[in-house]
């Protein structure tokens, strides 16, 4: 049965990383000053980060352009930043913010607002991947997507990094790309359009959800959102469940953190430069107490075996040097905003 046309288009997200503070300069200075709609940004900053893009960007809008706070309320005509550190959710009619696990490596990522969007906006919301480095904002994009909600992307070719955007447009190849000079114009254009009536939203998107809130991460539900995998999580060291979400291949492990194929691939690298510069520490200050030790033992022999002891920590000292040394250098994937 069709369903009815009852609802209007009237919630913006959109999602940003490297690059997308000049790209939001020109989105938000063309967005009309009545646009009929509320507009959610999450722009990826540092844990310890600031909101100066809400403070930067005010000039270039005409519309209120604000920090989010926990339980305010959406309006129309606003434009809500998430804040460092958290995770900014849609709810009925107001904002959620909480410190869920790291997805994709960031906190406030974009896949929990898309998400939300998903869940609580269905048709009525309009999703927008902005420039970016790797693939955050893909998995929500696809979950709008399946909820009925239009998915717009920067196009690569006017991105400053079109990470972010390709693998938006690989998952959700239903998805439209618009240069961003052009993009403020689209969703001028669709606000207020009308949409059809929601349709039930689909139970895993719902459940992964709650996940980003610390609601509903256990071992139960991970076992119904994907199999057990092999790999465990770089953040906690649970182990990970991999979810097939069409083309796209994810993991969560059972404390919320999730991660794209990719953004796993970085952080695991992360993981295995920290632990080789920690093995080598090890290595050193054993060859240095040991030798320590032999400086202070009476007998010739027992002090004979503590030296070979040592040049053994020594030995393996340098060829871990030379390990570390031969990697290829890791490419810096988790970007900051470019301020």
């Not at 999602?15 to 990826?44: E, N, T, W, Y």
């Not at 969560?252 to 295995?272: D, F, V």
């Amino acid at each position: 049965m069709d369903r009815a046309v009852t609802h209007r288009a009237d919630t913006v997200v959109i999602g940003g990383s490297a690059g997308s503070l000049s790209a939001l300069r020109i989105l938000l200075s063309k967005l009309s000053a009545d646009l009929p709609a509320s507009v959610l940004v999450c722009q990826h900053v540092p844990g310890r980060g600031s909101l100066r893009a809400v403070d930067l960007l005010r000039k270039y809008s005409t519309l209120s352009v604000v920090a989010a706070e926990d339980g305010m309320e959406i309006v129309q005509g606003q434009v809500i930043f998430a804040p460092p550190d958290v995770h900014m959710m849609i709810g009925h009619e107001h904002v959620h913010l909480r410190r869920g696990a790291h997805e994709n490596n960031f906190r406030p990522a974009i896949d929990p607002l898309f998400r939300s969007a998903a869940v609580y906006r269905g048709t009525r919301a309009i999703g927008v991947i902005l420039s970016g480095l790797m693939d955050d904002g893909s998995a929500g994009a696809r979950a709008m997507h399946r909820t009925g909600g239009r998915v717009l992307v920067q196009s690569p070719e006017t991105a400053d990094f079109p990470d972010m955007p390709s693998a938006a447009l690989d998952a959700v190849p239903e998805a439209e790309a618009i240069a961003i000079e052009d993009l403020a114009a689209e969703i001028n254009s669709i606000a207020d359009t009308p949409v059809v009536s929601p349709a039930p939203v689909p139970w895993d998107i719902g459940v992964e959800l709650k996940i980003s809130g610390l609601e509903g991460a256990s071992m139960e539900n991970e076992n119904r959102l994907g199999q057990l995998s092999p790999y465990n999580c770089p953040h906690c060291n649970g182990v990970l469940w991999q979810i097939e979400d069409g083309p796209l291949t994810r993991f969560r492990c059972h404390t919320g953190h999730a991660y794209t194929i990719n953004s796993l691939n970085e952080m695991q690298e992360r993981a295995l430069d920290e632990s080789l510069f920690s093995t080598l520490r090890a290595h050193r200050g054993r060859a240095a107490l040991i030798r320590e030790m032999a400086k202070k033992t009476s007998g010739s022999e027992s002090r004979r075996r503590l030296e070979e002891r040592a040049k053994l920590y020594d030995e393996d000292t340098k060829r871990l040097e030379e390990i570390i040394q031969n990697r290829k250098p890791i490419q810096s994937l988790h970007d900051a905003p470019d301020w």
